[in-house]
């Protein structure tokens, strides 16, 4: 029992920092996978697997990786994309934590899961605003690309290697946390 609810907030924390890459690709794989029965949600989250939510999120996902790749429209998105990301963050590690107090839950859902996708969003929206300056955005198309690889890389790992998902993001984040520190001591 302990396993699982270990298992299980490291897919939610794994999903969360997916979704700071990208809001619907996690949604989408999570939505395959509960579908195609290889992981369980909470009863109040089954509606993620069903057919309706696999087209709807397949579809989002489809459009938002594709409007990643159109000038303008990418800084756009990038704007709207925080607190999606943040709201998507806590909806994915709630759908999967197991056997929690409800209160534990979405204190834990709000804070690893909103959290992680917000920092990991606003670092990407960050990386994408310096590119359009210093390339005139002609290197956010790299950017979106390594972004929809590591969402989906993520989300991969999440559901099928929680634990190794879990130390990735924990990665992600030191590296994160490396580059503010050096970005903040060399500004003025």
């Known amino acids: 029992m302990m396993t699982e609810t270990i298992i299980s907030i490291c897919l939610g924390i794994g999903l969360a920092a997916s979704v700071g890459f990208r809001v619907f690709l996690p949604l989408f794989v999570l ?19 069903s057919l309706t939510a696999v087209i709807t999120f397949g579809v989002a ?3 938002e990786i594709l409007a990643y790749y159109i000038p303008f429209v990418d800084n756009l998105l990038d704007t709207i994309a925080i ?38 969003k606003s ?7 310096t590119s ?17 690889g590591a969402s989906l890389i993520i989300s991969i790992f999440s559901i099928f290697l929680p634990i190794f998902a879990f130390v990735l993001v924990v990665l992600i984040l030191i590296v994160i946390f490396k580059l503010y520190k050096k970005f903040k001591q060399s500004s003025p």
């Open 31 to 49: 939505s395959l996978a509960s579908y195609f029965e290889v992981w369980e949600l909470n009863a109040s989250w089954l509606w993620i697997g």
């Open 61 to 63: 996902t489809l459009i």
């Open 83 to 120: 607190p999606l990301a943040t709201i998507a963050g806590t909806a994915v590690m709630v759908s999967t934590v197991a056997d929690l107090n409800p209160v534990i839950s979405w204190a834990l859902a709000i804070i690893a899961g909103g959290g992680t996708a917000a920092a990991i």
């Open 123 to 129: 670092t990407a929206t960050a990386s994408r605003a």
């Open 132 to 148: 359009t300056v210093s390339t005139a955005g002609f290197g956010n198309p790299l950017i979106s690309t390594v972004e929809t």
